[in-house]
């Protein structure tokens, strides 16, 4: 159980409430610095995978905690963002990204329980919306336009990504939900 790809894993669990407490830090880089903790965290991510591969190191408990250290981080992120800039503008992208990540779990978790895991499996689509949420909650969160004078408009370049990656959310939504429908139609019997 405790390999190295795991033990990431477990570090990215315990960097939320340290992500948390450097973004209300009473300190001018705050927010900055809670970016940098998330873009970490968001390494981290990549690399436990690409360890459990490369050291044949994949484990039941990595599998399933895996995606419930990224979905309890980047909802963590969703909440500050809508927190700090307040705004609709933010708050509609960020329910349809979380409620996309409960509904996409749920129909994960009913079709393995199917033996169906495969119809619903990880897409280049869900990869795409990954990496552009990741990036906006990334600029987002940062909170910087201009760094040193110049203008480098990481706020701007988060709002565009978190419109793609809503967007992908919902398109891969119903991607999967059509892979999925002819499970999700057939009747039970009992």
């Known amino acids: 159980m405790w ?3 795991n033990i990431i894993t477990v570090i990215r669990v315990l960097l939320i409430p340290i992500f948390v407490a450097v973004y209300f830090l009473d300190w001018q880089w705050a927010h900055q610095a809670a970016a ?5 965290a968001a390494i981290t991510d990549w690399f436990d995978g690409y360890l459990a ?3 044949q190191q994949s484990t039941a408990f990595g599998a399933f905690l895996d995606p419930v250290a990224d979905k309890l981080i980047v909802a963590t992120a969703l909440i500050l963002i809508t927190h700090t ?6 708050t509609v992208p960020a329910i349809l990204l979380l409620a996309r990540e409960i509904y ?6 009913w079709m393995g329980q199917k033996g169906l895991q495969d119809t619903v499996k990880v897409s280049f689509m869900g990869k795409a919306k990954t990496m ?7 600029g ?6 201009y760094f040193m004078g110049i203008p480098i408009y990481w706020v701007t370049l988060g709002y565009i990504l978190l419109y793609f990656a809503a967007i992908l959310s919902f398109w891969s939504m119903i ?10 139609s057939k009747s039970e019997s009992k």
């Open 175 to 184: 991607s999967y939900t059509l892979a999925a429908w002819p499970s999700l």
């Open 104 to 109: 996409i779990s749920a129909l994960r978790e």
């Open 53 to 55: 591969r490369k050291l």
């Open 3 to 5: 390999t190295i790809p």
């Open 36 to 40: 940098f903790v998330f873009w970490f």
């Open 140 to 145: 987002l969160l940062s909170e910087l336009e």
């Open 132 to 138: 552009a949420q990741m990036l906006a909650l990334i």
């Open 85 to 90: 800039y307040a705004s609709i503008w933010i």
